[in-house]
């Protein structure tokens, strides 16, 4: 009888291990499959764009082959427009006297139009300062337009009409920035927010050049070592605070030249400070005149067609990330910044409306279904991933600053992890925490742990930026977190010698505040322009409502620079807290160890970085003696006190003594409202 074989055992497909991401995150395997679908597509949409363009980089010069640009090869302009959906387009400017016929485009592949204008003919007309536009034709109506790629807009006094501006200086713009390396100028980003239009005392737009020469010694002088520059993308209306942009690759004129912006981020750089641009992406102006709106006539273009391309909540318009010429022409955008000014990173705007197709608009992120679910728009994350990737690649060490209330898990995580590849988030949570409490809650009633809670509470392995106000919370409507503490005592009992004791609480609470945020918060820190010294009020731009004034639309420097006043007190615990954190690392570190919650005492305690942070937030009580644990055995003395008189305090603390554990216990006197840092002795 013959013997059958025996059944060879059946092969198995090994498993993949996890994702580091999902590793690192239980709660995220059910949604491994859609991370790993992202990253399949981010890997096929690379593959594509190596195929057809060599590399990614090569991708992300469309700024380069459309608008108007000299090819000395061919010895004049070529001007390029992508706009499949017009009929005609004609070249327009004061080089033909703007006839909107002298200059027709030809129609090439890809729905692109293409003009030549020879030096031999246009040498002379065509010149540096020259204006332009470009007459679209769609639909049987004709419109002058500005080009999609436009490198400078400027606007007539008169008119207040919007015209491209060719910038051909004679002399190039010459860096000397070529040794200035981001990774090693920030250790941890110590982030100064700031607009250089309102960066004057007095009542008019400020200038590149001013900001450079005025403003960049105080932010340096303040030890924080990254600058994030907002309203730079050219927008028409000043009172939108840069926010509806028309002009993507154009810095705003009413600043000054692109040579003095490039002065400005040379000079950051010669001083060791790094500059991020406040990038919009996340949607555009809707007016047609300035902007892309309907450029083509086909009602979609650059924007997705009819409601879908709108913002319920901006009145703006929404990119269609989805449509490769939208992809390249964003990456172009991230390219060009980094290339062409020098930028060390971005700081995205609007992230979370990218990210979903509500945009976040009236949704509550209470569990991973929201951010993995039809919700979630699949485009914008890919373009995400595509710009996070190009910008790192273009730049290694670039800096990546996501502003995004979601949470959307790994969005500050490599992409290989299954992240989108930002560096930090916003902690949008903290601000709104604290502009919360000061509006509803007396401070003796604050909840402390959650107050903790709010402050700590963040994804492990991304990093956040915390910060305790910026330009959101002190826009027209609110105001900034001094005015919210000294109320109308900020236009009356701000001399030192003043004792109000409603001003000495707001002076202390608001030490207290920033230092809480700073050493708690996240991995690194922001201040808004002005508020490191509890700039007065609120900010609100020239309007119609506002009969076009300038009152709020400024930074009042001589509050903070007079000695005499208690701004220059809070000036001063700004400036010693950042250069503590600086020279310990802290925001390095690891997450802050809670050390003592004692809700009687109204006292919070914590380690963060080598050092021991206590609070005493009682509004009367000062505890002798005061006993809590620390993790290091040894001796103790004071680094910083909020209340020391420099910083308007009563110096009731003695900073010469060396405090000694006893059993792993510190003991100390801790004078109510106040903050200790304390550092053991070698």
Request: with cysteine; proline share 5%.
């Amino acid at each position: 009888m013959a013997k059958s074989n025996p059944t060879a055992p059946a092969t198995k497909t090994p498993r993949r291990p996890p994702l580091a991401l999902v590793k690192n995150d239980a709660w995220l395997a059910p949604f491994e499959p859609v991370l790993r679908q992202r990253q399949a597509r981010l890997q096929t949409r690379l593959a594509e764009i190596e195929q057809y363009h060599g590399s990614l980089l090569n991708y992300a010069t469309a700024h380069q082959q459309l608008g108007l640009n000299h090819d000395a090869s061919r010895g004049g302009y070529v001007y390029r427009e992508w706009a499949p959906g017009a009929d005609a387009l004609f070249l327009i400017g004061d080089f033909n006297g703007w006839n909107r016929q002298a200059n027709p485009l030809q129609k090439l592949d890809f729905g692109v139009w293409e003009a030549f204008l020879p030096d031999t003919e246009y040498s002379q007309r065509l010149t540096h300062g020259s204006r332009f536009k470009v007459h679209v034709v769609a639909n049987g109506q004709g419109k002058d337009r500005l080009p999609a790629t436009l490198r400078r807009a400027v606007q007539d006094e008169h008119t207040k009409d919007f015209a491209g501006q060719v910038w051909r200086p004679e002399t190039p713009f010459a860096w000397t920035d070529q040794n200035f390396r981001t990774a090693a100028a920030v250790s941890e980003p110590l982030i100064y927010e700031a607009h250089v239009g309102m960066s004057t005392e007095e009542g008019r737009v400020g200038t590149y050049r001013e900001f450079a020469e005025n403003i960049l010694p105080r932010i340096e002088a303040g030890g924080y070592n990254t600058i994030q520059l907002m309203a730079v993308q050219e927008h028409p209306y000043y009172g939108s605070f840069g926010y509806h942009v028309a002009n993507l690759f154009a810095a705003s004129s009413r600043f000054g030249t692109p040579e003095d912006l490039k002065f400005l981020i040379n000079e950051a750089h010669r001083r060791g400070i790094a500059v991020l641009l406040d990038v919009v992406h996340s949607h555009a102006v809707k007016n047609e005149a300035e902007g892309l709106a309907d450029f083509d006539g086909s009602g979609n273009l650059y924007f997705h067609k009819g409601e879908r391309g709108n913002h319920p909540g901006w009145d703006s318009k929404l990119f269609d990330y989805g449509r490769p010429e939208v992809q390249q022409f964003l990456l172009s955008n991230v390219r060009f910044w980094l290339e062409e000014y020098h930028f060390d990173g971005f700081r995205f705007d609007g992230v979370t409306s990218m990210l979903y197709h509500h945009h976040g608009e009236g949704v509550a992120f209470v569990g991973y279904d929201n951010y993995f679910g039809p919700a979630a728009d699949e485009d914008a994350i890919l373009y995400l991933q595509l710009a996070t990737t190009l910008a790192h690649e273009f730049k290694e060490d670039s800096i990546l600053v996501a502003e995004d209330m979601s949470g959307l898990p790994g969005l500050c995580r490599p992409i290989e992890e299954g992240g989108v590849g930002f560096d930090y988030r916003l902690a949008m949570g903290i601000p709104d925490f604290w502009i919360k409490l000061l509006k509803h809650t007396p401070d003796e009633h604050w909840p402390l742990g959650d107050l903790w809670h709010t402050l700590t509470n963040r994804r492990a392995g991304e990093k956040t930026i915390a910060y305790a106000e910026s330009h959101d919370q002190v826009l027209v409507g609110d105001k900034t977190l001094s005015h919210w503490l000294f109320d109308a005592g900020i236009y009356t009992h701000m001399h030192t010698v003043d004792g109000d004791p409603g001003a000495a609480r707001a002076l202390a609470l608001h030490k207290i505040i920033r230092l809480l945020t700073l050493a708690a918060g996240g991995e690194g820190y922001l201040t808004f322009i002005g508020n490191e010294f509890g700039h007065p009020e609120w900010v609100d731009f020239p309007r119609q409502g506002n009969d076009w004034s300038y009152h709020f639309a400024r930074r009042q420097w001589s509050l903070g620079d007079n000695p005499d006043l208690k701004f220059h007190q809070m000036g001063n615990f700004d400036k010693a807290l950042i250069y503590l954190a600086k020279a310990q690392h802290l925001l390095a570190a690891g997450p802050a160890t809670l050390l003592k919650h004692d809700e009687e005492n109204r006292v919070l305690a914590f380690e963060r970085g080598g050092l021991v942070f206590i609070v005493n937030l009682h509004v009367e009580k000062s505890l002798t003696d005061y006993r809590f644990w620390v993790t290091e055995e040894g001796q103790y003395r004071v680094v910083l006190s909020s209340d020391n008189v420099r910083f308007g305090g009563f110096d009731r603390t003695d900073g010469a003594f060396v405090y000694e554990t006893y059993e792993h216990q510190l003991s100390l006197y801790l004078p109510s409202r106040v903050a200790l840092v304390l550092q053991g002795v070698r």
